[in-house]
């Protein structure tokens, strides 16, 4: 069965750094893009970005870019999403999710990350 | 990048069919044959309907059906049930080579 299985809920405070994690089985890790979807409390799914294992291509939307760091460790089948300096606007569900291309549907998804930033 | 347009809430009685609208522009929608649709219940993840605007992955209904004219896709479901009561997004590949998701439409099953 093909999984992605995501670390547990985190609660930091701002300006703190975080990096959190989806682990990937069932399936040649490095062969499908591993993306980042945010959903803010309460709102619509925001893309990431999305990187490509097998070789850490990897690509961010506008909105992110320099606001995370996408990264994946294949020898250990596992994708990283981290901030070095949070917001409280970062407070949100991250989940992961794998496809095929940059292009392509995602499926399947991780079961989501609850990151909440408070002072 | 501003996300595609989809209407805020649609609703419908059981058995009765409805159709969400994802509207974007021809840098996006109406640009790829690459729009998806999700399904998502409160509190869990996003779960694949409709892939590459009209395929429908193994598991999935055949009751959701997805479709494309223009910079606008759509995605119909048939014959409602109280289970399809759900919030729904869109999806479509970019020229930018991003993905970039509609604003979702909240499905209440009267």
């Known amino acids: 069965e093909v999984q992605l299985v995501q670390s547990g809920a985190e609660v930091k405070k701002p300006g703190e750094s975080l990096k959190i994690s989806c682990k990937g089985s069932?399936?040649?890790?490095?062969?499908?893009?591993i993306g980042w979807v945010r959903q803010m409390p309460g709102k619509g799914l925001e893309w990431m970005g999305i990187i490509y294992p097998g070789d850490s291509d990897t690509r961010y939307s506008p909105s992110f870019q320099g606001q995370v760091t996408i990264s994946a460790d294949k020898s250990i089948s596992t994708a990283y999403l981290q901030w070095s300096s949070l917001k409280a606007s970062d407070t949100a569900m991250y989940y992961c999710?794998?496809?095929?291309?940059?292009?392509?549907?995602?499926?399947?998804w991780g079961q989501g990350t609850l990151v909440t930033v408070s002072s | 990048q501003s996300a595609l347009t989809q209407p805020a809430s649609v609703s419908g009685s059981p058995g009765q069919s409805i159709t969400i609208s994802c509207t974007g522009t021809?840098?996006?929608?109406?640009?790829?044959?690459?729009v998806s649709w999700y399904q998502q219940h409160p509190g869990k993840a996003p779960k694949l309907m409709i892939y590459d605007v009209s395929k429908r992955p193994s598991g999935v209904s055949n009751r959701f059906s997805g479709s494309k004219s223009g910079n606008t896709a759509s995605l119909t479901i048939s014959g409602l049930q109280a289970e399809d009561e759900a919030d729904y997004y869109c999806?479509?590949?970019?020229?930018?080579?991003?993905?970039?998701f509609g604003g979702g439409t909240k499905l209440t099953v009267l």
């Open positions: 069932g399936y040649s890790f490095t062969s499908y893009w």
């Open positions: 999710a794998r496809s095929t291309t940059i292009a392509n549907w995602f499926d399947p």
């Open positions: 021809s840098s996006d929608v109406g640009g790829y044959n690459y």
């Open positions: 999806s479509s590949y970019t020229s930018s080579s991003t993905v970039v």
